[in-house]
């Protein structure tokens, strides 16, 4: 997948870094290059009808100033957490899902930023290891960011991959929704690395997930990763509620079990879709013939509109008997839900953060 650059901007403080030499170096010498004194300034959102979409195309390569490790945002919302840490990397992400809450996280600085000095992500995970003596901790880069979708140009896997492959305690995840995978194919992860694929419907694909790869394309690139030694696992992520959706999410997990066998895949994740008030807003008015974005829903107690609780927890349940029958021992977990929910509907409280945490990162 090649996505288009406008403009690509770089702090004047990281001009000299490799990251920056290669972008340099890599794109097509047609985008233009800006030295800026402030990356925050060029991220800005322009005076343009669809400055969220602008953003996507102005890259900007400056130094974070905050720390690159943090706490999943389940762990003390009150919901079921999985105990992940985000490593934030990059901020933005070049395709347009409608239903995406970065449209609303990053409203304010919606440019494609990119930190140069990552290398302090790399101290932080190293205090973290010395910290906590014998946990194992799954690490992912796909919270603001799709993991892989520069990588064809920043190669930043390759640096991930060298850094996780030599810490045995730490699970890199790579989350994506594309099949930029090249990379990824010419280093040997030592089983250290999972690169995880959010999986939805073509349906919901075609009406929704603007820019990305297909299902199929996901699910190859997935055996792909496989078979050169990457770990796998897949997220039913967000699952919406529309007329079709308990037999083409389970026809989509059939397609997934018909080319993994399931002892073949790390874990599945399911969580339905939840939107803020201001998210909800956002991406109805941006697409407005989005057919996923016109459901019934309710407002949620923590302040997000969900699915109603009848009908998440029938959808919750479906997915749940398919993944026992067609996969049984998958591991399978619910995302951002409260504990009260993820019981009613797999019939089992969750595990607390550091027992599944510890299970997902040696998975
Ligand atoms: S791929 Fe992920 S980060 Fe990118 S637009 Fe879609 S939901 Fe957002």
């Not at 009260?340 to 945490?357: E, H, K």
Request: charged share 25%.
């Amino acid at each position: 997948m090649n996505f288009e650059i406008d403009a690509l901007f770089i702090e004047d403080a990281v001009r000299s870094s490799e990251l920056a030499q290669r972008l340099v170096a890599r794109l097509n010498s047609k985008v233009p290059v800006s030295y800026v004194m402030d990356g925050r300034q060029a991220a800005r959102p322009l005076p343009v009808d669809d400055a969220f979409v602008a953003g996507k195309r102005r890259l900007v390569v400056m130094n974070r100033r905050s720390r690159f490790l943090s706490p999943c945002p389940a762990a003390g919302a009150g919901l079921a957490c999985c105990g992940y840490l985000v490593l934030v990397l990059a901020s933005n992400c070049p395709m347009n899902c409608s239903y995406c809450f970065l449209q609303e996280y990053v409203a304010d600085n919606p440019g494609l930023q990119i930190y140069a000095n990552y290398a302090q992500a790399f101290e932080e995970l190293e205090r973290l290891l010395r910290t906590n003596s014998a946990r194992h901790f799954r690490i992912g880069t796909g919270e603001l960011a799709d993991s892989l979708a520069f990588d064809r140009v920043t190669g930043l896997s390759v640096d991930l991959v060298e850094f996780f492959r030599r810490h045995e305690r730490l699970t890199l995840e790579l989350k994506t929704k594309t099949d930029e995978i090249d990379n990824l194919l010419r280093m040997d992860p030592l089983g250290r690395v999972l690169v995880s694929w959010t999986l939805s419907p073509s349906r919901v694909y075609r009406s929704s997930e603007h820019g990305t790869a297909a299902p199929q394309a996901r699910i190859d690139a997935a055996c792909r990763v496989r078979e050169a030694g990457y770990r796998v696992g897949f997220h039913l992520d967000p699952i919406i509620a529309y007329p079709q959706a308990e037999t083409e999410y389970r026809e989509l997990l059939s397609m997934l079990f018909d080319a993994l066998a399931p002892g073949e895949i790390s874990f599945l994740s399911v969580g339905g879709l939840r939107m803020t008030p201001g998210l909800r807003a956002i991406a109805r008015r941006r697409f407005p013939n989005d057919p996923m974005l016109v459901g019934e829903e309710v407002l949620s107690p923590d302040g997000r509109y969900r699915a109603c609780y009848p009908m998440r927890l029938r959808l919750y349940r479906s997915l749940a008997a398919h993944i026992q029958a067609k996969a049984p021992g998958l591991t399978h977990y619910l995302c951002m839900e409260t504990p009260a929910v993820v019981a009613r509907a797999l019939g089992t409280a969750p595990p607390s953060p550091a027992v599944l945490g510890e299970r997902l990162a040696t998975a």
